[in-house]
């Protein structure tokens, strides 16, 4: 079952096609986002935002959301504990 992760504003993502959650600051990170926004593969989350997080997908898009990695993150490991947990009780 697909597991779906709020990156902001109502956007969604599949938490278990996620790899990386970056912050877009530095220079090779930029460069990779520009790419992505060049080729088509860059999704633009943040509505109109700034851009604090860059999340890699599997598929090799970029995602970009104007939540901090850190949220992201917390959001992902508290969907895995609660899956953790539901198991445990389900035995």
Known sequence: MNKL???GFG???NAG???SVIRPEAAP???MVQNAKDS???VDATCGRKCKAVVVMETGQIVLSALLPETIANRVN???SIESNEVFQAL
Request: aromatic share 0%.
């Open 29 to 31: 990170v930029k460069r």
């Open 11 to 13: 956007n969604v993502v």
């Open 5 to 7: 992760i709020n990156i």
């Open 17 to 19: 096609k996620i790899i």
């Open 40 to 42: 088509g593969s860059c």
């Open 78 to 80: 508290q969907r895995e």
